[in-house]
């Protein structure tokens, strides 16, 4: 079977024929054999680039697997085989779920337990795409930070993964969104999403733009506060909150981890929320399952819309595509020509999808999710 197998650790956006390259595709990986009577192999049809597959790949993760290993978590796709015990699914339904490690390849093999049928109106990209970046947000919002109507939600990193789906299950919730990108395309997507304020880092700062905000709404502050990024951006969003609120952290996107004064979240009487989504499958296991199960029926029922960015298949080796992400300073060199074509920034690339769809999210292209593609669905390449 094909697969992306990591064979030593560094940056995945280095070209899979440059000997650097910590990931090679493999067209011989032998397909995963059913390991338990409750076992079901699946057919991977769809899976989801996430910032924690490339923190992986790099060995900056908190759980750093041995060499080699197949990245990957969320995916969807088809039963292909069950043990002799199995009785939630059969050969030909349509699943989803979600892994350590291992989606990025043709079969993956999990227990029943860990899958999920993908009810009618949700489509296989769709459902690839929804576990970690929407059951991360889901948790956080509504496990633990219980956002109910009429409260304020402030989302950085808003035109991410993570931060899509935040957006979408706080207007879900009733909550009053302010979200917060930079550029003025994920500022547009963002609107169209009827955010109830935006911030428009590369022109305007966060603590000026969300007073005007409040004040004009006759609002005291923000309630709840959703952090990917961290860094100075964490630190400037602090300002802002209100009695009680709510912080959420999710993430140090930014690569710089944020300090929150203990004093002052005990005089405002703060609580602070550390949000590891993948160590719920160890301690609370029934609160990943629910959720998941919501969030379907809400994709399902067109609640929430899982917004894919780029889609990408594995096999496309030694394609040269134009493609519309800058060259980085110190990449210049890698894959091609820098030209201008109709005022936009192009590069001539001449690398795997992986390596483009790595790039796509250390470069922070992205809006929404990037995904990898097999079989029939190679030609599925939404755009925004």
Request: positive net charge; glycine residues 8%.
């Amino acid at each position: 079977m094909e697969a992306l197998v990591c064979r030593k650790l560094g940056d995945p956006t280095v070209s899979i024929h440059d000997e650097k390259s910590p990931i090679v595709l493999s067209k011989t990986e032998p397909i995963p054999q059913l390991n338990s009577s409750t076992a079901v192999r699946v057919r991977v049809k769809a899976t989801s680039l996430n910032y924690a597959n490339y923190l992986q790949i790099l060995g900056k993760y908190q759980e750093k697997p041995p060499l080699p290993f197949v990245p990957g978590s969320d995916y969807s796709g088809t039963v292909d085989a069950v043990g002799p015990n199995v009785s939630n699914f059969k050969v030909g339904d349509t699943v989803c779920g979600f892994a350590a490690l291992g989606s990025f390849a043709q079969f993956i093999v999990a227990d029943q337990s860990e899958l999920f049928p993908v009810p009618k109106g949700c489509d296989l990209l769709a459902a690839a795409a929804l576990p970690v970046a929407f059951g991360t947000s889901h948790v956080a919002l509504v496990h633990r930070a219980q956002l109910s109507s009429g409260q304020v939600l402030l989302v950085l990193g808003a035109a991410g993964g993570v931060g899509v789906a935040a957006v979408q299950i706080g207007k879900v919730c009733g909550a009053t969104i302010i979200a917060v990108a930079r550029g003025a395309e994920k500022i547009k997507f963002l609107k169209s999403l009827g955010v109830d304020h935006v911030v428009d880092l590369s022109n305007e700062s966060v603590i000026p733009s969300v007073k005007e905000f409040l004040k004009a709404r006759k609002l005291k502050g923000v309630d709840v506060l959703y952090d990917p990024v961290g860094g100075k951006l964490t630190k400037e969003s602090l300002k802002l909150l209100n009695w009680g609120a709510q912080i959420l952290v999710i993430g140090f996107a930014s690569g710089e981890i944020p300090v929150i004064p203990a004093n002052i979240a005990l005089v405002k009487n703060w609580t602070v929320h550390g949000l590891y989504w993948g160590s719920y499958k160890i301690h609370r296991p029934h609160v990943l399952e629910d959720s998941l199960r919501e969030l379907l029926l809400w994709a399902a029922k067109g609640l929430i819309t899982i917004h894919i960015s780029h889609t990408y298949s594995p096999s496309e080796i030694c394609e040269k595509s134009w493609d519309h992400f800058p060259l980085r300073p110190g990449h210049e060199g890698r894959s091609g020509a820098l030209v201008l074509l109709d005022n936009t920034t192009w590069q001539l690339t001449e690398s795997t999808s992986a390596n483009l769809a790595f790039s796509a999210i250390e470069d922070r292209k992205v809006i929404g999710k990037v995904m990898i593609a097999f079989d029939d669905m190679k030609s599925i390449r939404p755009r925004l």
